[in-house]
Structures are given as structure tokens and as C-alpha cells.
């Protein structure tokens, strides 16, 4: 949505309205690359060895925003995309090694790189700006796209699956392209249910951005995610959609199985967490 577009009207009190959680199992498969597991012995602490606040200290090097500006020119334009590239630049010109930004883009390049993602799952897919930073770095990737691919989306083209192949193809994509088109909670629901035992590297939030919505996209992802997996979820300080952080609040943050950082100072916002357990 543009800041500048007519609001929406938001709930005002979404205070104890939350109902549903995630229903974790356990989960034995992890991201090796930021996990150490025992051969033999004890395993005394969770697998996971860095903290989310460590990985956004890397991540908010300027590095990723250059790398941003450089994705973001080899893909399609639109206007919201051209607008971002050229803040981008304008905030690298204005305060260099001191601009401490970061952004869905800024985050999934600096998550793929560190990570090395084998699977990715992305609700709300659009143009596939995030999906190819993913890409960029993980052309081997596994990637699960969901969307509704709704016309004149906020205003503006969105050209549906056929685009999102040309693009992956410029990025040099060369791994799994799994397209779900539709409503994202009937969708999910049977992509999980024909394979309950799935378990992602790197999951990306940004679909249904109502209330309710939003918790029920987090509740059906989340027990998939492997240990020293990431999730991100994008938007957490959007105008229009200021209880979004609320639902990152109550359902990862307070979650003592995973370790989070969030950026909701600048831009629209965006928080990622990594699962400890």
C-alpha cells in the first residue's frame, strides 16, 4: 500500500482478541549453518548458535543496501520499486556507513547469505522482489511462492507467476519453482497437509494483512520452520496497518523458542526471528 493512499480503517483495540497459537512438535531438522549438533554426547544447549540481534548487526551494514540497489536494477520496475531504489541511494548519499536501514530486501539478502537456505516459503509474493533476493543468494533453492496475484494490486500491475519466472530467470535461479495461487488459508492448508512433515530453512510472512489473517499465516508456518530457521515477517510498522506489530509481539516475540530482532523505526517496518528449539 502507498503511504499516501486513502487509509483504511484499522481495528483500534485488538487488546486479548488474539485466539489461536502455533502448534509446535517437535522438530529434529536444522539450519546447519547456524546450528551445531553433537555426534554421539550430550546435546546440552539448543542447536542454535547465534542470536537474531547478531545476524541484524551484519545485516545492517550498508553492504546490503548496495546489494538492494543492485537487485533491484537488474529486475522489472514499477512505481513503488523505482521509489525504493532511489531512496535507497538517496539514504547511502546522505549517511553512508551510518545508515542503519533495513527492509524485507535488506533482511532476506543478508538472511540467505548467512543462512545458506535450501527451502524458502514466501506468502505474498507479488512481483517477487524478496523471493529473487533469496534467489540471488541460494539458486539452488527450494522456493514455495503463495499468492492470490490480484489485478491492479494497490494501484498497480501484478503480472502473476509467468513475470516471476523471468525474473528468477535474470537472478539465475536454478532450483525448485513451486507456484500456489489462491487465498493463502486454503492454500497453506493443503500444501502442508499433502506433506505434514515438511520443514523450511527460511519462511517470509507478507500476505493477508488483516488482523486475523496475519496470526493465521504465522500459526500454519511457524511449526515448520527448522531449528536456526528464519521467519520474516514484513510491514510490522505500516500506517494502515499498525496492530501487525502486535501480532509479530504476541506470537514470536513473547515465544520463548525463538530469538528476535525487529526494525519498526523507519520504512514500513520488518521483524525476523530464528527458531531456537
Known amino acids: 500500500m502507498f503511504w499516501n493512499q486513502k487509509k483504511k480503517e484499522v481495528p483500534q483495540d485488538t487488546a486479548g482478541k488474539q485466539t489461536r497459537t502455533p502448534e509446535y512438535g ?16 550430550t546435546q546440552w544447549y539448543p542447536p542454535l548458535m547465534v542470536t537474531a540481534e547478531s545476524l541484524a548487526d551484519r545485516i545492517l551494514d550498508k553492504k546490503y543496501v548496495e546489494d538492494a540497489v543492485k537487485l533491484m536494477e537488474r529486475l522489472g520496475s514499477d512505481d513503488y520499486t523505482s521509489y525504493l531504489n532511489l531512496y535507497y541511494k538517496e539514504g547511502l548519499r546522505r549517511y553512508g556507513e551510518n545508515w ?54 494497490a494501484g498497480m500491475d501484478n503480472p502473476g507467476p509467468g513475470f516471476i519466472e523471468s525474473e528468477l530467470e535474470k537472478i539465475g535461479h536454478k ?15 493443503a500444501f502442508f497437509a499433502k506433506d505434514p512433515a515438511i520443514a523450511l ?40 496497518h499498525l496492530y501487525l506489530r ?18 519498526a523505526d523507519i520504512g514500513y517496518g520488518v521483524g525476523f526471528a530464528l527458531r531456537r528449539w
Open 26 to 41: 517437535d522438530m529434529e531438522q536444522i539450519v546447519k549453518n547456524v546450528c551445531y549438533r553433537t555426534e554421539g554426547g
Open 100 to 153: 542503519r536501514y533495513a527492509d524485507i530486501v535488506t533482511v532476506l539478502l543478508g538472511l540467505s547469505e548467512l543462512l545458506k537456505p535450501e527451502s524458502y516459503l514466501e506468502i505474498g509474493v507479488r512481483r517477487g522482489r524478496s523471493v529473487c533476493a533469496v534467489a540471488s543468494r541460494s539458486p539452488e533453492c527450494a522456493i514455495h511462492m503463495f499468492d492470490k496475484w490480484t489485478p491492479n494490486y
Open 175 to 189: 532450483g525448485l519453482r513451486d507456484y500456489h495461487n489462491g487465498n493463502s488459508h486454503q492454500t497453506l492448508k
Open 201 to 240: 530453512d527460511l519462511v517470509t510472512v507478507d500476505g493477508d494483512h488483516s488482523y486475523e489473517g496475519a496470526i493465521e499465516d504465522i500459526c500454519d508456518v511457524l511449526p515448520h520452520l527448522k531449528v536456526g530457521g528464519a521467519v520474516v515477517f514484513d510491514d510490522i510498522c505500516h500506517p494502515k
Open 246 to 263: 502486535e501480532v509479530w509481539r504476541d506470537l514470536v516475540e513473547k515465544e520463548q523458542r525463538f530469538t528476535t530482532w525487529t526494525c
